[in-house]
Antibody, heavy 117, light 108 residues
């Protein structure tokens, strides 16, 4: 059973950088999965941010691409999200997720990140 | 690709059948259409992938169907725990993912 756990600051200042980590257990991030980030603004729907493959290949949502970096840390079996130049519009619950067949079978419990001074 | 879900809210009673629609702005491969259930304060839970394949542990009252631009999630008999928000999701050929805006299934 794959388990994912997000961690990182819950409060980020405007124009700052949001940094989150997703610790993976029950699977290796070196396996043939895509490792993804999805967010959900308060009271809103789900928004895909991007993903990374075990090879390091990435795909990002076009509207976020200029601000987003997703990376792997194979030594710690985790992957990370960095989102720079944040505004209040980036306030959301951030989920890490993974799966196969173009669907996310496993999700972290989510972490709320608030952008505020 | 834009996914449009209808209705926005479905008011139903336990035991009733629920039919949720997901319409795509372009043709979507059936292999890349999924449905999720989300309850307040919880992460989404995968119900259906590949348009019609139930994820492990999902009751058989949940079924998915459709092809092309029109997909449907059917709950044959609503149980109290099924009242939640449901999202469809697709992946296109350039590995971009989008979600529908969600359908809330509420108790009438």
């Amino acid at each position: 059973q794959v388990q994912l756990q997000e961690s990182g600051p819950g409060l980020v200042k405007p124009s700052g950088t949001l940094s989150l980590t997703c610790a993976v257990s029950g699977d290796s991030i070196s396996s043939s999965n895509w490792w993804s980030w999805v967010r959900q603004s308060p009271g809103k729907g789900l928004e895909w941010i991007g993903e990374i493959y075990h090879s390091g290949s990435t795909h990002y949502k076009p509207s976020l691409k200029s601000r987003v970096t997703i990376s792997l840390d194979k030594s710690k079996n985790q992957f990370s999200l960095r989102l720079k130049s944040v505004t209040a519009a980036d306030t959301a619950v951030y989920y890490c997720a993974t799966g196969r067949d173009y669907a996310w079978f496993y999700w972290g419990q989510g972490t709320l990140v608030t952008v505020s001074s | 690709i834009v996914l449009t879900q209808s209705p926005g809210t479905l008011s139903s009673s336990p035991g009733e059948r629920a039919t949720l629609s997901c319409r795509a702005s372009q043709t979507v491969s059936s292999t890349s259409l999924a449905w999720y259930q989300q309850k307040p304060g919880q992460a989404p839970r995968l119900l259906i992938y590949g348009a019609s394949r139930r994820a492990t542990g999902i009751p058989d009252r949940f079924s998915g169907s459709g092809s092309g631009t029109d997909f449907t999630l059917t709950i044959s008999r609503l149980e109290p725990e099924d009242f939640a928000v449901y999202y469809c999701q697709q992946s296109d050929t350039s590995s971009m993912y989008t979600f529908g805006q969600g359908t809330k299934v509420e108790i009438k």
